[in-house]
């Protein structure tokens, strides 16, 4: 438990190190600047690096539901916002791809629900950044072996088994006719 607990995939711990190019220390870490973005602009932002999503200011919407203290049912207008949420999934991926993609897309799903009062999820992303692939027997001249950690697997396993992992979580989750869009490789 305390060793999940220190991961890379909990604390963030490169990203909120301190970093040194050229011999000099940076005024900030790669989490200060990807937070920098909404410091400076945070215009329509209700919320942000906190309750593991954020929130946009959204429109005024019609919705039919009762009223709590009359219990008369009829249109109501109130304010939609639009949640938004990203699951790295980094560390967990990177050691074992399919159940570290799946329980990746499941967090997100999870923490869209526990964010204020609860968000419904409606579309989603699935992602995977990787280095060169260097598919045996087909490596191109430009893929240069930098090598890798033992504990972590190669770029070609994350791309042949963490999309299926991503894909299973969300199939059955995703059974209600909601989709998943937007994947990248």
């Not at 005024?60 to 049912?73: K, P, Q």
Request: proline content about 6%; hydrophobic content about 35%; charged content about 25%.
């Amino acid at each position: 438990m305390f060793a999940q607990a220190n991961s890379e995939h909990c604390r963030h711990k490169i990203f909120n190190a301190d970093w040194i190019i050229d011999g000099e220390q940076q005024p900030k870490s790669l989490f200060k600047m990807i937070k920098n973005t909404f410091e400076t602009t945070p215009d329509h932002v209700l919320s942000a690096y906190k309750d593991n999503a954020a929130v946009m200011e959204g429109s005024e919407v019609g919705r039919y539901f009762a009223d709590h203290e009359t219990g008369r049912y009829d249109f109501h207008q109130e304010p939609a916002h639009i949640l938004m949420k990203v699951e790295t999934h980094n560390h967990p991926t990177a050691i074992s791809p399919w159940p570290g993609a799946a329980t990746g897309s499941g967090g997100e799903i999870r923490d869209e629900g526990a964010t204020g009062r609860g968000a419904k999820p409606k579309a989603g992303l699935v992602g995977f950044s990787v280095s060169n692939l260097r598919i045996p027997g087909f490596e191109q001249p430009w893929e240069e072996d930098f090598g890798k950690p033992e504990r972590i697997v190669t770029a070609l396993d994350i791309m042949t088994e963490g999309p299926l992992g991503g894909a299973a979580f969300n199939n059955e989750f995703w059974s209600s006719g909601t989709e998943r869009l937007l994947p990248y490789l």
